[in-house]
């Protein structure tokens, strides 16, 4: 079956660095996206990968090992404004989006 | 550019009752889902259109139908409605290379009584 993981909450104190693990196992393999969600609001994206490494963007750092159906989202240098769940999603071989449940980050000041 | 827009907002229905959810979007995108966000869950993928005229089931079809007349309207409908189906809808929108990412609307808060 297709089962994508990822922790269900994390808290992180402002201005520190935390990293969101996500595994992944679908029917084939097309990329591995990143999106934040705030409490009421829709999902916006964040990364996208495809090639196994890390992808810089900002603050925000994507990694993908496609051998170990692994991922993760690195958030540096955190503010209050980044509280919000970050929802982990692989597209399978017909290109659809298989979505975990997402990690609700809590910051503390 | 408004990007994807959904009516309406919020809306309660008693069970049996029927609706329709409107999505639009303006970046002429070729595909368009509709999903359900419920607490402890993630997406799950209702139906879905690869353009105009067609669509396709996706993880939870089950007492929903959906029409895409328009390229830019994606039409979610709920013949009778079930408590089961209380849930925020999102709809989203993408082009039609492998990497580009899906586009969400505001979502649809919906409660069936």
């Known amino acids: 079956g297709q089962n994508i993981d990822q922790p269900t909450e994390m808290t992180a104190t402002e201005g520190a660095i935390v990293q969101i693990n996500c595994t992944y196992q679908?029917?084939?393999?097309?990329?591995l996206f990143w999106y934040q969600q705030h409490a009421g609001e829709a999902p916006t994206f964040l990364s996208y990968?495809?090639l196994d490494g890390l992808e810089e963007k900002g603050r925000f750092s994507s990694f993908l090992s496609r051998s170990k159906g692994y991922s993760y989202l690195l958030l540096k240098e955190l503010q209050m404004k980044d509280s919000a769940s970050y929802l982990c999603?692989?597209?399978?071989?017909?290109?659809?989006?298989?979505w975990g449940a997402g990690t609700k980050l809590i910051i503390k000041p | 550019n408004a990007g994807v827009t959904q009516t309406p907002k919020f809306r309660v229905l008693k069970t049996g009752q029927s609706m329709t959810l409107l999505c639009a979007q303006d970046?002429?995108?070729?595909?368009m889902y509709w999903y359900r966000q419920d607490p402890g869950m993630g997406l799950r993928l209702i139906h879905y259109?690869?353009?105009?005229?067609?669509?396709a089931k996706g993880e939870v079809p089950d007492g929903y139908n959906v029409s895409r007349l328009k390229k830019q309207n994606f039409l979610l409908g709920l013949e009778s409605a079930a408590p089961s189906q209380t849930s925020v809808y999102f709809c989203?929108?993408?082009?039609?290379?492998?990497?580009?990412?899906?586009?969400f609307g505001p979502g649809t808060r919906l409660t069936v009584l």
């Open positions: 990968n495809v």
């Open positions: 989203a929108s993408r082009g039609d290379r492998d990497a580009d990412t899906q586009y």
């Open positions: 679908t029917s084939g393999f097309n990329g």
């Open positions: 259109s690869v353009g105009e005229g067609t669509t």
């Open positions: 970046m002429n995108h070729e595909y």
């Open positions: 999603a692989s597209m399978d071989s017909n290109y659809q989006l298989i």
